[in-house]
Nanobody, 123 residues
Framework: QVQLVESGGGSVQAGGSLRLSCAAS????????MGWFRQAPGMQREGAAA???????SYADSVKGRFTISKDNAANTLYLQIDNLTPEDTAMYYC??????????????????WGQGTQVTVS
C-alpha cells in the first residue's frame, strides 16, 4: 500500500525558511512523478513543484527562485526547501505521487496518492 507522510511544517516569520519532507513507502520515487501542492483556506489546491520520472523539475511561477524540490532516492524521501517565506505562502502543503501525463504536473487529478499534509503558517 502506498503511503506518503509529510513533515517539517510550522509557524515562521516572514523571511524565514522551512524544509518540508515527504517519506514514501510502497513504491519507489523513480517509477512515478512526485509533486508538492499547497492549499490555502478557501482556495483551490495548487501545484508548487514537481519531480518527473526523467529527473526534470517544474515550478509554479509564483514560487520560482524561492522553492527548491529535491529527493533522496535511497531514502525514498522528497523534500521542499522554502526560502524567503511570505504570508501568502501560508497553506497546507501536500505531497503527491502518480503517473502524470507530461506537462500536467500541476493538475491535482493526475496524482493518485496523497499525504495528509503539513501546515505552514507565515506571519
Amino acid at each position: 500500500q502506498v503511503q506518503l507522510v509529510e513533515s517539517g511544517g510550522g509557524s515562521v516569520q516572514a523571511g524565514g525558511s522551512l524544509r518540508l519532507s515527504c517519506a514514501a513507502s510502497g513504491y519507489t520515487y523513480s517509477d512515478v512523478c512526485m509533486g508538492w501542492f499547497r492549499q490555502a483556506p478557501g482556495m483551490q489546491r495548487e501545484g508548487a513543484a514537481a519531480f518527473d520520472t526523467d529527473g526534470s523539475t517544474s515550478y509554479a511561477d509564483s514560487v520560482k527562485g524561492r522553492f527548491t524540490i529535491s529527493k533522496d532516492n535511497a531514502a525514498n524521501t522528497l523534500y521542499l526547501q522554502i526560502d524567503n517565506l511570505t504570508p501568502e505562502d501560508t497553506a497546507m502543503y501536500y505531497c503527491a505521487a502518480g503517473r502524470v501525463v507530461s506537462g500536467l504536473w500541476a493538475v491535482p487529478g493526475q496524482y493518485t496518492s496523497w499525504g495528509q499534509g503539513t501546515q505552514v503558517t507565515v506571519s
